[in-house]
């Protein structure tokens, strides 16, 4: 199963257990969505529950917050990362504060979903990583599954949470990878991170697309003698703390592989972390790999942003030789 | 739903020829006897107890900002004929989605004064409105709380409940995105959503005619396909009225309503606000003589139903609400763990360790004297 069939079944799995969820964004109905995340669903749970609003971001995402406290759980889709800031406003100054706003007596559980990330030689605005500016938002939740089997257990989960969960699709990997997804419902935790893989001499943190990157770097690694932990972040916020320490401690370094702009990213917020958790015990100091703090390039110009396996061995070595 | 079916009012007051429903002229003398809504003087004489209980609390609240012992309060003076309509229509099961002007509603819901001042004072328990049925907080953000309203319209339409929105912007709040949003999807998705705009002419310092073209704003919903009618909005009767109107009108069905309620803010924006440098005295007294309250208290003496000694009225009114303010002044302090507590369900580890960090702090701060 590929990452949208397995984002398509959780939502299918969900809708037919529980009627207060309903999904709605631009062409998610009849299309079932650019990407085709919710085909077949419209037909399956009629209109009224999976349908076509008008193209408006904020009024999606407001509209949305206002069935949440009203008893639904909507599920909306912004069509790309790059489309979701007319909703930034509607994000940032209510949906991640109403719990709080209002002591608890409304909750916002709502899925706000949309594809991200870059290497699809896409327009402007259609490969961008926007996951920092939504963690430094109190209030949310932000996830992103590298595998769809993550991707399944990660949407219940968030689709069964009572918070608003920002829930990020790497749209590179949407089909490129194929797993074996259970047919039957399970969950997986929306704060934890994944160890991946074991080793010994230095420790990998990525999430998403990088994820399957940063595996074919560890193959050149492994050629070279280097034995890489490989850490998936998965819940960018919160972010796993206690998993990123004791990787960290083991290898004592430490390399984040980001798409997003390097300053001001998660990759600077894990590095705060090694730093604080695991200081005595570095080798060498914890670095970035990631996009340059640049536009995202079109087509011709993304192999420069864009972070390829053998950009990644050659950090791996500087940092393993510093 | 074409404008034939809509009901009746809202085709003789076409927000196209500006047309603006009036009962009681400026002086308090029925105009349109055959539009009076069908209240008896018990009735009556409460909306004026409402309007003067909204009004004193005000005043009240204005007064304890500048004593110092409140922060920044937005005031109501001039507006509570709307919010006191509105209050009186709205049903115990119906939705308020407020914006920040609307006491006289937001206590026909069940807020108190204390949780008024409360919020004031700067505690977020006092905006929650624990204790009010479908009652949101206030909405500081100007405009979204429209989307929440259209959101909740869907959500109620969904679930098949007889429950009907009401949510209130200012003129300024217009020019959002988010209005326009909100009536769209309202429109679209036909559901029952009364909207009302505030029209008290200005948005802190800048005046309504910079803020659109449009002949008015009630003009704003035939474009989303809703219908809309401008109010006299210092006119008890004819808000009431309207709100009737609307209420029948989205409970069978029809859908969205925008009403456009036209007053002046008598008072400042906020306490932080002075008026004198945007806006004239003779303005100022100008509107003043259309008081909503004064207009109704007219209406009623001339209509012989007056008998409320409003001196005595007010010193109770004053006695209970100072009675509710050192209520709220005497609340608990204000716990480190009402900070954490409330963004998520579930509080996650980060936010843990650094409330116990700063726990830390405080213990050592403690010890140090």
Redesign the interface.
């Known amino acids: 199963m590929t990452m949208v069939k397995a984002i398509n079944n959780a939502l299918d799995v969900k809708l037919r257990e529980d009627e207060n969820i309903v999904i709605y964004g631009e062409d998610v109905g009849v299309e079932g969505g650019v990407f085709r995340v919710t085909e077949g669903l419209q037909k399956k749970y009629g209109a009224e529950r999976v349908f076509d609003s008008p193209l408006a971001e904020s009024g999606i995402v407001g509209t949305a917050l206002g069935m949440a406290v009203s008893g639904l759980r909507p599920v909306v889709e912004l069509q790309f990362e790059g489309f979701t800031f007319p909703a930034f406003n509607q994000i940032l100054s209510n949906v991640a504060r109403i719990q709080n706003r209002s002591r608890g007596k409304y909750r916002a559980p709502m899925v706000i979903r949309f594809p991200y990330g870059g290497g699809v030689n896409a327009l402007e605005h259609h490969s961008d990583s926007p996951e920092a500016l939504f963690a430094h938002i109190p209030g949310l939740k932000v996830v992103i599954p590298s595998t769809p089997h993550d991707a399944k257990g990660m949407m219940i989960a968030a689709l069964e949470s009572d918070d608003p969960i920002i829930f990020m699709e790497p749209k590179r990997i949407y089909r490129a990878i194929k797993q074996e997804v259970p047919d039957e419902k399970y969950t997986l935790p929306l704060d934890k991170a994944r160890v991946i893989q074991e080793g010994s001499d230095i420790t990998l943190v990525a999430f998403g697309a990088m994820i399957r990157e940063c595996q074919k770097a560890i193959v050149m690694a492994e050629e070279a003698g280097i034995s890489v932990e490989l850490v998936d972040l998965r819940s960018i916020y919160p972010i796993d703390r206690e998993t990123i320490r004791t990787s960290v401690r083991k290898t004592g370094r430490m390399i984040v592989v980001a798409e997003a702009h390097e300053s001001f990213s998660v990759g600077s917020e894990l590095i705060a972390i090694a730093n604080e958790e695991a200081f005595l015990y570095l080798e060498a100091p914890p670095r970035r790999v990631g996009g340059f703090d640049t536009i995202v390039p079109l087509a011709q110009g993304e192999p420069y942003y864009i972070i390829s396996p053998d950009r990644i061995f050659y950090e791996i070595e500087k940092t393993i030789h510093f | 739903m074409t404008r034939d079916e809509l009901p009746a009012l809202f085709s003789d007051f076409n927000p196209l020829e500006d047309k603006m429903l009036q009962i009681i002229d400026k002086e308090g003398t029925m105009i349109r006897k055959d539009l009076m809504p069908e209240l008896d003087d018990e009735t009556i004489i409460d909306a004026y107890r409402q309007m003067l209980y909204e009004r004193t609390a005000d005043e009240m609240a204005v007064s304890y900002q500048r004593q110092g012992r409140m922060y920044t309060y937005t005031p109501n003076l001039g507006q509570e004929a709307i919010h006191i309509a509105a209050g009186m229509v709205i049903r115990h099961d119906d939705?308020l989605?407020p914006a920040f002007r609307e006491m006289g509603t937001l206590l026909s819901k069940g807020v108190t004064m204390k949780e008024m001042f409360l919020f004031y004072l700067g505690n977020?328990?006092g905006?929650?409105?624990?204790q009010a049925h479908?009652t949101?907080?206030i909405?500081i953000?100007i405009g979204?709380q429209?989307?929440?309203?259209?959101?909740?319209?869907?959500?109620?339409r969904?679930?098949k409940k007889d429950e009907t929105v009401f949510t209130f912007i200012g003129d300024g709040g217009t020019s959002e995105?988010?209005f326009s949003?909100?009536l769209?999807?309202a429109g679209?998705w036909q559901v029952p959503v009364i909207f009302t705009i505030q029209n008290n002419q200005y948005a802190i310092s800048v005046p309504v005619q910079k803020q659109t073209n449009s002949l008015n704003l009630a003009v704003k919903s035939v474009a989303f396909g809703i219908p809309g009618i401008k109010v006299d909005g210092n006119d008890f009767f004819a808000m009431y009225l309207a709100y009737k109107t609307a209420a029948e009108h989205a409970r069978l069905g029809g859908g969205a309503v925008l009403i456009e309620a036209l007053t002046y803010r008598l008072g400042a924006h906020t306490t932080s606000d002075d008026p004198s440098k945007y806006r004239k005295k003779e303005e100022e007294q100008l509107w003043g003589k259309s008081d909503p309250l004064i207009r109704l208290k007219r209406y009623m003496q001339g209509a012989g139903i007056w008998s409320i000694d409003e001196e005595h009225l007010q010193e109770q009114y004053r006695e209970e609400i100072d009675r509710q303010f050192t209520e709220a002044e005497q609340e608990k302090s204000y716990p480190l763990e009402?900070v954490f507590?409330?963004?998520?369900?579930?509080m996650?580890?980060?936010?843990r360790?650094q409330k116990s960090e700063y726990e830390q702090f405080l213990s050592w701060k403690e010890k140090r004297g």
């Open positions: 939705w989605v977020e328990w905006g929650s409105f624990q479908h949101l907080p909405a953000s979204t429209l989307q929440h309203a259209t959101g909740i319209g869907y959500s109620v969904y679930r995105g988010d949003e909100a769209n999807f679209v009402d507590s409330h963004l998520y369900s579930d996650p580890d980060e936010l360790r």
